[in-house]
């Protein structure tokens, strides 16, 4: 039996402390969240999807950190079947855009604004602490040696990531608009462009998982086709899609806008639709940015 040799370095680099920092902020967050009345929270119709989208967020990466916390000190990198350098990166830096939604979602949609309460208000600044932690570990990692950092930590690993959150947020968007239109009319009031863009968010997002997921299994070099080429395919075709899905989404905007609808109002709905078009748009700069680097990337490999 292999004997583990803890040394006090292991505990005391600045990525061990910040991962700390982020189990314990993450923890206070999540526990606060919990603990909550129903006189706390908003008696919005959203708001028990939203809450359990933060809930998810916090506690799915409390977990992730703490198993990457373990293992990274008791140093069983080698038994992992990943790559851990593209790991680490990939989760702090989608925990960073996971938990920044939280933060923001927590205070807005799910707390209640009616009068002080002490425990939404230090929930969300407990939220707040947890992301500048995992920012600052993303940033901690993106800053080490070449050999100590993989391709998740590029501007077109980080680029994915960027892709992969944009999908979340899209689909749970998209999700509750369905979700509100049934409550209050029915099937025949979710429209086409609804319909058309979810698919698309969708296929898009399920592109940017397997990405991320093959590139995490070192599993590049098995591929059928050449990987390069693969991601350029993927990063023009999430271009095409969300282009077409941006002009629906600013085309309901505008229909709402024609209705003179209260576009603050969380109840009515048009607040989901503004939330959509412009996370619709940071996402399709995120795939054109991409593309353009699988594009660079393709024509210098062609003149080497």
């Not at 009068?115 to 995992?134: D, K, Q």
Request: aromatic share 8%; with cysteine.
């Amino acid at each position: 039996m292999p004997v583990i040799v803890l040394e006090a370095s292991d505990l005391t680099s600045p990525l061990s402390l910040v991962r700390m920092w982020a189990l314990l902020s993450g923890c206070l967050t999540f526990s606060l969240v919990a603990s909550l009345v129903p006189s706390e929270l908003t008696s919005d119709t959203h708001q028990p999807s939203f809450r359990i989208l933060c809930m998810f967020t916090w506690c799915l990466f409390f977990v992730l950190t703490l198993l990457i916390h373990v293992v990274n000190i008791i140093q069983f990198h080698s038994l992992v079947p990943i790559s851990w350098k593209n790991l680490t990166v990939t989760v702090a830096a989608l925990a960073t855009l996971m938990t920044l939604s939280a933060t923001v979602t927590f205070p807005w949609v799910v707390m209640c604004h009616e009068g002080a309460w002490p425990r939404p208000i230090a929930a969300s600044l407990a939220s707040c602490l947890t992301f500048l932690a995992y920012a600052t570990e993303a940033y901690l990692i993106r800053n080490q040696t070449q050999d100590q950092k993989g391709y998740m930590a590029s501007v077109p690993g980080l680029l994915k990531v960027l892709q992969l959150w944009g999908g979340c947020e899209m689909i749970v968007l998209v999700v509750e608009q369905v979700r509100g239109a049934l409550v209050k009319v029915g099937l025949a009031a979710v429209g086409w462009q609804l319909w058309v863009s979810g698919a698309w968010y969708a296929l898009c997002l399920l592109m940017s998982l397997g990405t991320v997921i093959v590139v995490l299994g070192d599993c590049a070099g098995r591929c059928p086709l050449p990987f390069d080429r693969l991601l350029a395919g993927f990063s023009l075709t999430g271009v095409l899609l969300y282009v077409v899905a941006t002009i629906l989404c600013f085309t309901r905007v505008l229909e709402l806008q024609k209705r003179d609808q209260d576009l603050t109002d969380m109840k009515t709905g048009p607040t989901l639709v503004v939330m959509e078009a412009v996370m619709a748009s940071i996402t399709l700069l995120a795939y054109t940015v991409d593309l353009a680097f699988s594009i660079k990337l393709l024509r210098d490999r062609s003149h080497a």
